[in-house]
């Protein structure tokens, strides 16, 4: 009990239970935590690359890595460990989910898998479409500096181990969407632009800003057309 008041303690906090605003794990469900120390340095699955699942219920199962979590080691694989998530009817904009009924229903939506649990496809059985996913060779990679271009310049590359030519290539990047800006009677035309107000000489006198990036950074004294004292140096 307080001294001042007759109101119990509790009466006064602001918070009044750790469950006030929580979200409820059915909705965004608790991500595990994993200790700094234990999280992956360097990864050697990117987003893009298409993956062979080795354990649990995806056992076999290929498909392409859709994002990655640097801070709990695990991916989300296309197509691959399809999961089911409870949400209410109202975060669906979809006609055929609308049409449920209830408080609460069941979606499709991707599980992570942990990395450990997913390995590289030999590349030659990639490009294969013949070989069914079960029999695949999955392989090791590892980081290695290769001379790609023959020319001597050392690359870093994934190269499946217990190789040194066998490569595993980068995914193609994301094609950035295309920025359309709207002309407006603003902008500055590309020949404005590009045509020359200033001619380059070397002759004196030269502006003085030009002069004060020409003069030693690094010197005490450096000449300032703001000081007209201060000396050349």
Same mark, same amino acid.
């Given at each position: ?17 750790k469950?006030?605003? !929580?979200? #409820? ?16 340095? %360097? +990864? ?16 076999h199962? /290929? ?11 695990? /991916? ?6 399809? *999961?089911?998530n409870? #949400? @209410? ?6 006609? #055929?989910? =609308? ?5 609460? +229903? ?9 990395? =450990? ?9 990639? $490009?294969?479409n013949?070989? @069914?996913?079960?029999? $695949? ?12 271009? *023959?020319?001597?310049?050392? !690359? ?10 066998? /490569? ?10 295309? &920025? ?13 632009? =590009?045509?020359?107000?200033? #001619?380059?000489?070397?002759? &004196? @006198?030269? @502006?003085p ?15 300032? &057309?703001?000081?007209?004292? %201060?000396?050349?140096?």
């Amino acid at each position: 009990m307080s001294k001042n008041s007759d109101k119990p303690l509790h009466m006064f906090r602001q918070v009044w239970s750790k469950f006030e605003n !929580r979200v #409820s794990t059915r909705l965004k469900p608790q991500e595990k935590w994993v200790h700094p120390k234990d999280r992956i340095k %360097r +990864w050697k699955v990117l987003e893009g690359d298409t993956v062979k699942v080795i354990a649990g219920d995806a056992k076999h199962q /290929v498909g392409k890595v859709k994002t990655i979590d640097m801070f709990t080691n695990r /991916v989300w694989v296309e197509g691959v460990k399809m *999961g089911r998530n409870t #949400s @209410p009817n109202e975060i669906s904009n979809s006609p #055929s989910e =609308s049409e449920k009924k209830g408080g609460w +229903w069941l979606r499709p939506t991707l599980k992570a898998i942990h990395v =450990s649990n997913v390995m590289h496809i030999y590349p030659d059985d990639l $490009k294969d479409n013949s070989i @069914p996913d079960k029999e $695949k060779r999955r392989v090791r990679v590892k980081w290695k500096k290769v001379d790609i271009d *023959g020319e001597g310049m050392m !690359r870093w590359r994934r190269v499946v181990c217990g190789t040194d030519d066998v /490569v595993i290539p980068f995914p193609p990047r994301p094609e950035k969407p295309e &920025y359309n800006q709207e002309k407006s009677p603003w902008d500055t035309s590309k020949e404005l632009a =590009s045509e020359m107000t200033w #001619s380059i000489s070397k002759d &004196y @006198p030269l @502006p003085p800003g030009v002069i004060d990036e020409l003069r030693d950074r690094h010197k005490p004294w450096r000449y300032n &057309y703001l000081h007209k004292n %201060r000396p050349f140096v």
